[in-house]
């Protein structure tokens, strides 16, 4: 069963490390997103967000990450 808090920690969490450090997981570019995909993605939460964010975007599902934003 899916985690909807997921979604929710997507648009509030930012990226902890990295050259992104202290942007919003959501705003990350695709490419840097694509970087974790073919290295592997942390494990835990974070990979988790990164992961989802990634197959997000992949998949042109970004309103629902706009719309998300919106109700913040």
Do not use: H
Request: with cysteine; net charge positive; glycine share 8%.
């Amino acid at each position: 069963m899916f985690d909807k808090t997921i979604l929710l920690e997507i648009v509030r969490m930012k990226m902890p490390f990295g050259k992104y450090a202290g942007t919003l997981i959501c705003d990350l570019p695709v490419s840097y997103l694509e970087w974790f995909q073919r290295k592997g993605f942390p494990q835990g939460r974070l990979g988790v967000l990164l992961e989802t964010t990634y197959e997000i975007k992949l998949n042109g599902l970004q309103e629902i990450i706009t719309q998300l934003k919106k109700m913040k």
